[in-house]
């Protein structure tokens, strides 16, 4: 007995011993983002053994091969939760670690407007992008998820990150060189954490300014929008995943969501299929002549039928007619919207995987959405070649950019984020949107030796200069990210001596040689910005201006607004203004104006309405001064 004993002790020490180094070998091959021999969550054969196939050199995997031969090579290897998992795309919120990830075979992940990571900061949101990347990779067929943020005017959701105005902005300075430069500083900022999708730009085409989505337009004119689609070109590259710095670009959101009734937010454009084509159609044509990658649906209605189940203009016209073989993308809940009922049904699913919709935004509900399409297929109601198609599109896109061969973020991009050739790309895409409207006796440009009073709440405030987009969904004001404010601006232009600031516009004198107004918008996004009649300056301002005029000094307005205010009951009273729109973190390029550094060469992307009832422009479409 002692000898069986101590016999069976050593052996059982050596199985602990066994068991222990196949335990570090798991870890270590987890910890390093491969795949572990078994799937804690399935069971099933280790990825490498399951990517094969029992290949020892599976083709998909063979990043030599031409994308269409390794997605044929990949496709017939896929389950169906394999495809499934593709299909869904899922806020990082409901992921409340990264295990659902490898466990439902998640095809992307998105951080929406308010799901930035704890710490906010290039580095932060690299460890979320590899942790979730990192978990995609321990699925049996190690496809890599696709990461979507909303980098509408630069990363705006990374603290530290160059903000650019906003699309109104860059529709005012009309360059579509300039705007295909912002496109690719922004894919740089966002590729340096290792996120690979964008969800913009809006090609929206924008006629209503009480639309609170109206900042996110480049103008009123399809034309002028379509030429602005050269920031397709900036983000993707001009070949998609030919530089590690290229990123996946979404037109959004398809199609007529700046028509409809009144401006409001998910409403109805009701108008003709000619109108619809012709102002609405036309920049997701342009779009997709620049091979963008991915389009997203609008939560509008077109004449009471709700875009995200509508065939015959995703699948018939988008993806036949206009020839876009990209993947379409939900928004946010949208598909919930079909059925015209609470939550996501059957009915929903059913209704947008069959219309055309290739990827679906949940965001939450994963585990509902895809068991409800699990049925939908097992029960034939969506045809198993519509699966084959979306997951296609899908494979292509990450293929195309690089995903298998490149999956995890490349620190050496770090250093371009808030850099210093970003920013001065910036200040010139804000010195460069300025729109000159006022300017009685050349109080503009202003002498650098003037004695020159600054007043406002939007003078001194990063997040308000921002706007919506910007370190959350709706912003926020305050210093929210580094930056230059536009009083920073003025003070570093002239002499910072003669300058004096003034929240309220208290202590002003006539001993001043001028009064600078920084008034207008505070931060919005859609929604909450949705308003009833044109917006107007608000009892702040209008006590600013009271105390800035009652000195007898010339008052320069500069206003900053994602768009045209109602201003006409004022405009006699001032000398100059500017329309600055949105400007993001640069101020100094508002500076930049101000002093004649450069001049004013924007124009209105949106004609100026004489008020909130009229039908008279107070400044036509294309409106501009210059010195």
């Not at 929604?527 to 010339?554: S, Y």
Request: aromatic share 6%; net charge negative.
């Amino acid at each position: 007995m002692p000898e069986f004993a101590t016999r069976r002790a050593v052996i059982a020490a050596a199985v602990v011993v066994a068991i222990g180094v196949i335990v570090i070998y798991l870890i270590a091959r987890t910890d390093d983002g491969a795949n572990p021999v078994v799937d804690s969550a399935t069971g099933e054969p280790s990825a490498s053994d399951a990517a094969s196939g029992g290949d020892d050199d599976p083709a998909y995997l063979d990043g030599s091969l031409p994308v269409e031969q390794r997605v044929d090579d990949l496709l017939p290897r896929m389950s169906l939760d394999d495809k499934l998992g593709q299909l869904t795309l899922v806020d990082s919120t409901a992921l409340f670690d990264s295990t659902p990830v490898t466990e439902y075979r998640l095809g992307a992940v998105l951080s929406g407007g308010g799901s930035a990571p704890p710490d906010p900061s290039v580095d932060g949101w690299t460890d979320t992008y590899n942790r979730y990347q990192r978990r995609a990779l321990a699925t049996p067929l190690e496809i890599p998820i696709i990461y979507g943020v909303d980098a509408v005017h630069g990363f705006g959701l990374m603290r530290g990150a160059t903000v650019f105005p906003h699309n109104i902005g860059l529709g005012a300075a009309d360059d579509p060189d300039l705007v295909e430069r912002v496109g690719a500083a922004t894919a740089t900022e966002v590729a340096a954490t290792g996120i690979d999708w964008s969800f913009s730009p809006c090609v929206c085409v924008a006629r209503d300014i009480r639309w609170g989505r109206s900042y996110e337009s480049f103008s009123e004119d399809p034309d002028r929008v379509s030429a602005m689609t050269s920031v397709i070109t900036g983000l993707q590259g001009s070949d998609l995943g030919a530089e590690p710095t290229s990123i996946l670009a979404t037109a959004k959101h398809y199609v007529g969501d700046g028509g409809t009734s009144g401006g409001d937010d998910q409403g109805d454009t009701q108008i003709s299929e000619e109108e619809l084509r012709e102002i609405h159609l036309a920049p997701f044509e342009a779009a997709v002549e620049r091979d963008v990658g991915s389009v997203m649906v609008s939560f509008s209605s077109w004449n009471g039928d709700e875009l995200h189940g509508h065939e015959y203009l995703i699948t018939d016209v988008l993806k036949e007619e206009l020839g876009f073989d990209g993947f379409v993308v939900s928004d946010w809940g949208g598909v919930d919207q079909i059925d015209g009922l609470q939550g996501l049904s059957a009915d929903d699913v059913r209704a947008a995987i069959n219309a055309g919709i290739d990827m679906v935004m949940v965001p939450l509900a994963y585990e509902s959405f895809i068991s409800l399409l699990r049925a939908e297929v097992e029960s034939g109601a969506v045809p198993m070649e519509r699966i084959d198609d979306a997951v296609r599109r899908i494979l292509t896109a990450k293929f195309e950019l690089g995903l298998f061969e490149r999956p995890l973020a490349d620190p050496s991009l770090e250093p371009e984020v808030g850099s210093d050739e970003h920013r001065e790309l910036a200040r010139e895409a804000v010195a460069r949107s300025l729109v000159l409207l006022k300017n009685d006796g050349d109080v503009l440009p202003l002498d650098t030796g003037a004695r020159i009073f600054v007043a406002g709440k939007n003078a001194d405030d990063i997040g308000n200069q921002s706007g919506g987009w910007t370190m959350g969904w709706q912003g926020a004001s305050g210093h929210v990210t580094p930056g230059t404010t536009i009083v920073d601006g003025i003070r570093d232009a002239a002499d910072a001596a003669t300058v004096e600031y003034s929240l309220d516009g208290s202590g002003i004198d006539d001993s001043f040689d001028v009064a600078v107004a920084v008034l207008g918008e505070t931060p919005y996004a859609e929604f909450e910005g949705d308003r009833v009649t044109v917006p107007a300056l608000d009892d702040e301002d209008r006590a600013v201006l009271d105390r800035l005029q009652g000195a007898g000094v010339p008052v320069v307005v500069v206003l900053v607004s994602g768009r045209p205010m109602d201003v006409a009951g004022q405009i006699d009273e001032w000398d100059a203004l500017v329309a600055a729109w949105l400007p993001g973190t640069e101020g100094a390029g508002v500076a930049d104006v101000l002093f004649g550094t450069v001049p004013p060469t924007g124009t209105l992307p949106m004609t100026w309405p004489a008020s909130g009832d009229s039908q008279e422009p107070l400044f036509p479409y294309d409106f501009g001064l210059t010195y």
